[in-house]
């Protein structure tokens, strides 16, 4: 199966600042990757995706990179705002339509 | 906004009692999964549908663990006799038709405590 794995497990960054999230992962036939932000209480919302073909991917204040090569892909949220605090969370597809997770990434932004 | 419903939200119960989670995906959608997140193992895929047909459950434990999709607008996970251990939350997810690599969209769970 496919091997997640997501770093750091928590974060806390000041209000306005930049937020990195880092995944790797073992499955070099895995071609897409979603990103996950889950509040208390609620399920995982999608905030994004990026599928191989493309290296880079921007939504606002969100982006995600892609390095095939390596194996990895990162999430960068820029100015973080207090509505960002949440646990986000990794994937990855690797058969047919199953997704591999991470372990998720709690991050507060202190105002 | 479609949304993912699942009923009912939260369920506390006594070891040995049937469980019954149900799940409306999002209307157009074919391809229904169930996952189960805990604290220990994360996200945790046990099964999924496409068309209504179950294409894998190889997630879920056989012996007590039961899902179907009587129709296209209801995914139920059935959970006979119940163990403590199966405290967790529940997520039902529903993804459109088209290739694998399309997004899957989470309800808000159900809360499942086993006693």
């Known amino acids: ?111 | 906004d479609a949304r993912v419903t699942q009923t009912p939200r939260h369920k506390v119960t006594e070891m040995g009692q049937e469980v019954t989670m149900r799940c409306q995906p999002i209307l157009g959608h074919n391809t229904v999964f169930w996952y189960r997140q805990t604290m220990m193992q994360g996200l945790e895929l046990l099964a999924y549908f496409r068309n209504r047909a179950p294409l894998d459950d190889s997630g879920m434990p056989k012996d007590r663990f039961s899902a179907e999709m009587p129709d296209a607008t209801l995914a139920t996970l059935k959970i006979q006799p119940s163990e403590p251990r199966d405290s967790a939350v529940y997520f039902c997810a529903s993804g459109p038709s088209g290739p694998s690599n399309q997004p899957q969209h989470f309800g808000d769970g159900t809360r499942l405590s086993i006693l």
């Open chain 1, 1 to 111: 199966g496919e091997n997640v794995e997501q770093h750091p497990s928590t974060l806390s960054v000041q209000e306005g600042d930049s937020a990195v999230i880092k995944c790797t992962y073992s499955d070099s036939a895995s071609n897409y990757f979603p990103w996950y932000k889950q509040e208390l209480g609620k399920g995982p919302q999608l905030i994004i995706d990026i599928r191989s073909n493309v290296g880079e991917k921007k939504d606002q204040r969100i982006a995600v990179t892609l390095n095939k090569t390596a194996k990895h892909f990162s999430l960068h949220i820029t100015e973080t705002q207090p509505e960002d605090s949440a646990v986000y969370f990794c994937a990855a597809r690797w058969s047919d339509y199953k997704l591999s997770f991470g372990a998720g990434t709690t991050v507060t932004v202190r105002a």
